[in-house]
T-cell receptor, first 111, second 112 residues
């Protein structure tokens, strides 16, 4: 079957760094996505990894290891506005474009 | 290039009525996805459509729910004879080919 696991909730301090992990078991792999969703709002695209390694985009970085079925999202210099849910999603194959979604990690930032 | 558009943004229905939710994908996107999200819960996939075709409806309840994406016009998610349990946020997303999905603002359905 297809499965994506990520922690349910994490807490971090303003100004600090936090790493949100995602592991996946899927029938195929054609890219991993991270989205941010604030309460009551739509998810917004953060990053896309299809090759192993680190992709950096400002305060946010995303890492992928295909052999381990593992990714993480790294958030630096945390701000209060980073309090949100972070969703990991995998495109399992190239026969269609549907994403398989994790349940999301709720990140709480404390002053 | 306008983003994914959904309307209405808020919809109130009484039990037994019909709800119609509309989604216009981004220009150039031919893949449309519908998701449901209950408060404090994750996204639940409902249906994936391409123009005039339902590709995957494995997440959609067998009864009362239907979706279409006609050749012309928006994608429609239709819920017949709504019940209180249908109250949720319904998100539409679209994508071109192999890139990620871009989400609309959602429709908040409240069933009284």
């Amino acid at each position: 079957g297809q499965n994506i696991d990520q922690p349910t909730e994490m807490t971090a301090t303003e100004g600090a760094i936090v790493q949100i992990n995602c592991t996946y078991q899927t029938s195929g792999f054609n890219g991993l996505f991270w989205y941010q969703q604030h309460a009551g709002e739509a998810p917004t695209f953060l990053s896309y990894n299809v090759l192993d390694g680190l992709e950096e985009k400002g305060r946010f970085s995303s890492f992928l290891s295909r052999s381990k079925g593992y990714s993480y999202l790294l958030l630096k210099e945390l701000q209060m506005k980073d309090s949100a849910s972070y969703l990991c999603a995998v495109r399992a194959g190239d026969s269609n474009y549907q994403l398989i979604w994790g349940a999301g990690t709720k990140l709480i930032i404390k002053p | 290039n306008a983003g994914v558009m959904q309307n209405p943004r808020h919809l109130v229905r009484r039990r037994g009525q019909e709800a119609r939710l509309r989604c216009s994908p981004m220009k150039g996107h031919s893949h449309v996805y519908w998701y449901r999200q209950l408060p404090e819960e994750g996204l639940k996939f409902m249906v994936y459509l391409q123009k005039e075709n339902i590709i995957d409806e494995s997440g959609m309840p067998k009864e009362r729910f239907s979706a279409e994406f006609p050749k012309e016009g928006p994608s429609i998610l239709r819920i017949q004879q709504v019940v209180r349990g249908d109250s949720a946020a319904y998100f539409c997303a679209s994508s071109p080919s192999a890139s990620g999905e871009f989400f609309g603002p959602g429709t908040r359905l409240t069933v009284l």
